[in-house]
């Protein structure tokens, strides 16, 4: 049996920026409960609204799904994103293939280049947790001894990486570009761990 919350959320993708009321029509229950469905799920990050005018008085709110919400429904683009992967990877050498992975991570830490200037390294982690968690991983970080620890719990590439573990490049190489330190992977979910982690240590943060 489908969830409620499960029922808003593929309304959501069958007609984005719909309001309470359609909602609650839609779904089959009152608005006051959908809307209480529709807070958590913009706790979780899966939808966002927005004020829309319509006609004389007070602008109202629209809801859609986020890049997140819509990955609740991955099958069309996890087909795509792996036939074109696939095309890559046979015409390109293996070597290119990687280098284009660590190029468009490159390119998202460049996009926070001057956030991380004259930050110290837990606040350079702190950083690397919010940039990863809204590409969605599910990211802590400890101390443990000299060194500092990222766990991610949970991959948002997990699907595509079971073939093409190329991808586990695009985070590996995000959190040394954000953190301007190594970033030595010592476990992989797609190796049986329960999670990803990668060693940094603490030295001294260069400049970037």
């Not at 706790?43 to 319509?54: F, N, P, R």
């Not at 802590?140 to 500092?148: L, T």
């Amino acid at each position: 049996m489908i969830s409620t919350k499960e029922r808003v959320l593929r309304t959501l993708l069958n007609k984005p920026k719909t309001t309470i009321n359609d909602l609650a029509t839609a779904v089959g229950i009152n608005p006051i409960s959908v809307r209480h469905h529709v807070t958590n799920l913009q706790a979780e990050g899966l939808v966002d609204a927005q004020e829309e005018l319509h006609g004389v008085g007070r602008p109202r709110l629209i809801y859609s799904l986020t890049e997140l919400g819509m990955e609740k429904f991955p099958t069309r683009y996890l087909r795509l994103t792996t036939r074109l992967l696939d095309q890559m990877k046979s015409s390109l050498p293996p070597p290119t293939v990687t280098k284009l992975f660590a190029d468009m991570a490159t390119n998202m830490a460049e996009d926070y280049s001057e956030q991380v200037q004259g930050l110290n390294i837990e606040e350079r982690l702190d950083l690397v947790s919010e940039l990863l968690t809204k590409e969605g991983f599910t990211v802590e970080w400890e101390k443990v001894g000299d060194q500092y620890r990222i766990h991610e719990k949970t991959c948002p590439y997990l699907q595509i990486g079971q073939n093409h573990p190329e991808v586990c490049t695009v985070d590996q190489t995000l959190i040394s570009q954000m953190l301007a330190l190594p970033a030595e992977k010592v476990q992989c979910i797609l190796d049986g761990s329960s999670h990803c982690t990668y060693v940094v240590q603490p030295t001294e943060v260069a400049k970037i």
